[in-house]
């Protein structure tokens, strides 16, 4: 593992409905302030071929995507993302804010699809050449509350959300279980607690970790 003085890489993960947009937009905000460039963006999608994954895997009348598929689908736009936007940005010294990253593939394809959160992993190390965030902002959400936020409203769920609550229960253990392998590395928030709340203990942590380094695994 090196130390490299470029850049700072952020993602949020969680369940559906846990609120990470709304605190990657607030900590950008804040972080720009500051006078940081601040790069924000998103998983599936963040490139043109990403974006067109994106509508691939999560609408809803393509058929049937089996498990393996989907995992490699999100896997791809992954691999655009890190090569064309992610560590483009962090060269030129920035601070990266990714909704969803590699986690979210090993709790909803190794865990949720039961493909094997080791397998899900090693595939999306290769995929980004391990390139690891410095920080994951967990922000743990109950199935219940994250399905009650996101069909308010209305609002269609895609083809994951649309999955049975014990499908995101699984998913929600996981995301606390790469957390509590690697505590050092993760920010683990309760998505219940007030959006101000959040991101004063969001903007803390990261203040921590500045002035800028990062780690690569080697
Ligand atoms: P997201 O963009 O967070 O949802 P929203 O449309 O509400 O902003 O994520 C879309 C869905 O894709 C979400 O249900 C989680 C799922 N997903 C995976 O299953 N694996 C992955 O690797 C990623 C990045 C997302």
Do not use: C
């Not at 394809?109 to 397998?119: E, I, S, V």
């Amino acid at each position: 593992m090196t130390t490299q003085n470029s850049g700072l890489f952020i993602a949020f993960e969680g369940g559906d409905g846990a609120g990470k947009s709304t605190q990657a937009a607030e900590l950008a905000a804040a972080l720009e302030s500051r006078g940081f460039a601040v790069l924000r963006t998103r998983e599936p999608g963040g490139t043109p071929i990403g974006e067109k994954l994106r509508s691939l895997v999560l609408d809803h009348g393509h058929g049937h995507i089996d498990a393996h598929t989907e995992a490699l689908i999100f896997a791809a736009s992954r691999a655009a993302h890190a090569s064309q936007v992610i560590r483009p940005a962090l060269e030129r010294g920035e601070i990266v804010l990714t909704d969803r990253y590699i986690d979210s593939s090993v709790a909803y394809q190794g865990a949720g699809r039961d493909l094997g959160t080791d397998a899900v992993r090693d595939i999306n190390q290769w995929a980004t050449s391990g390139l690891q965030p410095d920080l994951t902002v967990l922000l743990d959400v109950e199935p219940e509350v994250g399905r009650r936020r996101r069909t308010a409203g209305d609002a269609a769920e895609d083809r994951l959300e649309s999955e049975a609550d014990e499908f995101h229960a699984r998913i929600r253990t996981a995301f606390l279980d790469l957390a509590a392998a690697r505590p050092e590395h993760y920010l683990v928030l309760p998505a219940r607690l007030p959006v101000d709340e959040l991101a004063a203990k969001i903007l803390a942590r990261v203040e921590s970790l500045l002035p800028l380094s990062r780690t690569v695994e080697a």
